[in-house]
């Protein structure tokens, strides 16, 4: 404590010191003092009444453009006989003409011009005003078209308010469209002229500081005509004209058809058009549907499901409406699961194909754009009925009932099998008129066992995960070398594994790590397949992204490659180049081997997991990694399990994705994991530790 305090002192009296040598004459808040490289004035231009103020503003920056707070600006007027200026800046108009306000600091000035007009009648201006404009920024070589609406509120001759438009530009680079809102601020309105501020405020910014100046119609106060500028940027100008809103000549509706699960929402968006056929905004829009039984929708055009059926979704604005159609789907009853990286699908009793999750490659099949989300189950298009399906990285796969393979999302390697390397967002079928019993996706491959149990593979192919013998990419199915006959085959992260009809184990592609289980001291790849080592016989096989896991005959879990989270099973975190026994004497049905973790499923329906769990991934409640199993919380009993995910690193922001998902006994699909992307299908995005129900079922 003592120290403490010496210390104490000694700060004090250095204070002290330094305030007593400082020169009284010299303060120091004027030592390395930046100088005033410019100073702006807004608005630029506004009009005043005799007797009325408009309030003007200085801003002071320096030389690369940071504000200077504490500097002092002196105001004058060039015509103090038609207007005079405060030293706050506060214009107030004397007579009819014009006068021009200089703000002066530290030798810079800036001007603004004053308009003071003759009083008479203040026109209302309050509600709704529909534009179009034509603006000129000659300094980019850019014309830009656009059309909106202004939603005034004036409060006597000064009003501010909302603009929302939409738009075409064209220049240098071609045409680009675009939509914005902006503030109209600074607003004056008098007998006959008006006059406002709309934009960023950005001068750099085609959205910017753009300056209007209008006079209402020789008639009449309902229509307006003008010019515009951006401030003191001469290279800007442009010329507009705004009627009162009136009727509208179309209320669209979007989108124009619709089908959600029971207990789902669906978003609907209004478009405007008026009569002329510019788009409108600015109106108070009133939703309802025609059956409450099946949906209701909100305020904002948000429809809520409940019950089956058909209902149409009417927008009314004024006198003018527009509809959709809304379909309520009857309960899902769901009899597969695949999970996928951060997306999900499923198979109905229908054989419907339903996926949930990211979609920024198309790989939830429902042909809308990229970047789109979906945290409910939606159905794929196409009208398909899928016997089986298999979600990968960025792709799915699925099998219609013929046998014909289908694959939508990435193609970057040819991982949908149509022949090229286009992405699709809508099934595209597998080239090669194929009988396929198995389809299974992996990062960025794809293979699938035909029913005399021959294997082909597609897609990426750098480490000879397709077995063909060779490293180079196919964009259509290619036979797997050796002549094997498989009953059983997984593609994993890098390499693919398949059991053969006397229970024999063999895998090939990758092996950096393993996760062929051919022993140490083995190749890092293997293009051919290869039999996985220690003598087994194997009934079903499941490759991870770095490991494998396999079920023996008689039900034992084993699993090798890498180990870092304890994904192995084996009570520890080194790796097995050759397989090893799950600990805990398991008697396995199934097994699902995912990026950092795997899940088994128990021949009496229950489910344990084991390996990582930041995520809540292993569904025991807690976000506890393992290296042994641990039971699946919830006491459900489940016929089938699939695991997956991955790690998006981010310097900022790391990303994991690992989720479960399974079957139960009742045919009701639950999730566990992350949800970030919506991938656990509940609607939301929230991540749980313990199971929880997909949307749209009983």
Request: proline share 4%.
């Amino acid at each position: 404590m003592l120290r403490v305090a010496r210390y104490a002192l000694a700060a004090i009296s250095i204070t002290l010191t330094l305030a007593g040598c400082q020169d009284a004459a010299a303060p120091l808040s004027t030592v390395d003092r930046v100088p005033v490289a410019f100073v702006t004035v807004e608005p630029p231009t506004a009009i005043a009444l005799a007797g009325q103020t408009v309030q003007l503003t200085a801003t002071t920056k320096d030389a690369d453009g940071k504000l200077l707070t504490d500097r002092v600006v002196t105001w004058a007027s060039g015509n103090t006989a038609v207007a005079t200026v405060s030293s706050g800046g506060l214009v107030t108009g004397v007579a009819v003409g014009r006068a021009t306000i200089t703000a002066t600091s530290e030798a810079k000035s800036a001007l603004a011009a004053i308009e003071v007009v003759p009083p008479g009648p203040i026109p209302d201006i309050d509600g709704v005003w529909d534009w179009t404009e034509h603006i000129d920024f000659s300094a980019n070589q850019i014309a830009c078209d656009d059309t909106g609406s202004y939603t005034f509120t004036q409060q006597g001759a000064a009003f501010v308010g909302v603009s929302e438009q939409v738009g075409t530009c064209a220049g240098p680079g071609g045409k680009f469209a675009y939509n914005a809102t902006s503030a109209v601020r600074a607003g004056v309105v008098t007998s006959r002229t008006i006059s406002f501020r709309a934009g960023t405020g950005q001068s750099n910014s085609i959205f910017g500081c753009q300056d209007y100046a209008g006079a209402f119609g020789s008639s009449s106060t309902d229509s307006l005509t003008g010019t515009i500028a951006c401030g003191s940027a001469a290279a800007t100008s442009g010329t507009w004209r705004a009627v009162r809103g009136g009727d509208l000549g179309l209320v669209r509706v979007t989108p124009s058809v619709a089908r959600v699960l029971a207990g789902g929402r669906a978003q609907f968006q209004v478009e405007l058009w008026t009569v002329p056929g510019h788009r409108a905004f600015g109106r108070p829009v009133t939703w309802s549907t025609d059956n409450a039984a099946v949906a209701t929708v909100t305020p904002d055009g948000i429809a809520a499901a409940a019950g089956s059926g058909t209902t149409t979704v009417t927008a009314t604005v004024g006198g003018a409406s527009g509809s959709a159609s809304l379909t309520v789907a009857p309960p899902l009853v769901l009899t597969r699961v695949a999970a996928g990286v951060d997306h999900t699908c499923a198979l109905e009793a229908s054989g419907q194909a339903y996926c949930w999750g990211v979609n920024g490659y198309g790989q939830l099949g429902t042909g809308d754009g990229p970047t789109t989300y979906s945290p409910a189950p939606v159905s794929i298009s196409g009208g398909l009925t899928l016997t089986a399906i298999s979600a990968g990285f960025w792709h799915t796969c699925g099998l219609a009932t013929n046998g014909a393979a289908y694959c939508w999302g990435q193609n970057d390697n040819g991982e949908l099998g149509n022949g090229s390397t286009t992405g699709s967002a809508v099934p595209v079928p597998v080239t090669g008129g194929l009988t396929l019993v198995t389809v299974s996706t992996a990062r960025l491959h794809t293979c699938g066992l035909s029913a005399s149990g021959a294997a082909y593979c597609w897609g990426w192919n750098g480490l000879g995960q397709l077995g063909d013998g060779a490293t180079t990419d196919r964009s259509t199915p290619v036979p797997v070398s050796g002549g094997l006959t498989f009953v059983a085959l997984s593609a994993g992260g890098h390499h693919t594994c398949g059991v053969t009809a006397s229970g024999a184990a063999y895998c090939w592609g990758n092996n950096a790590n393993g996760e062929l289980g051919i022993g140490s001291g083995s190749p890092d790849y293997s293009a051919n397949p290869v039999p996985v080592a220690g003598g087994l016989t194997f009934t079903a096989v499941s490759a991870g992204y770095y490991y494998t896991c396999g079920v023996a005959t008689g039900g034992a879990a084993y699993c090798w490659g890498w180990n870092g989270f304890g994904q192995l099973g084996n009570g520890s975190t080194i790796g097995s180049a050759m397989p090893v026994p799950v600990a805990g004497a398991l008697t396995v049905a199934e097994l699902s081997a995912g990026f950092f973790h795997t899940c088994g499923l128990t021949t009496n329906g229950a489910v344990n997991c084991w390996g990582r769990n930041v995520v809540g991934e292993l569904g025991n409640g807690s976000t506890n990694s393992s290296t042994t199993p641990v039971a699946v919380a919830g006491g459900l009993t489940f016929v089938s399990v699939s695991a997956d995910g991955y790690f998006f690193y981010d310097e900022l922001d790391d990303l994991i994705t690992d989720h479960t998902c399974g079957i139960t006994t009742n045919r009701v699909a639950y999730c566990w994991g992350d949800d970030s992307a919506g991938q656990l299908g509940t609607g939301g995005y929230t991540s749980s530790s313990v199971p929880v129900k997909v949307a749209g079922q009983p």
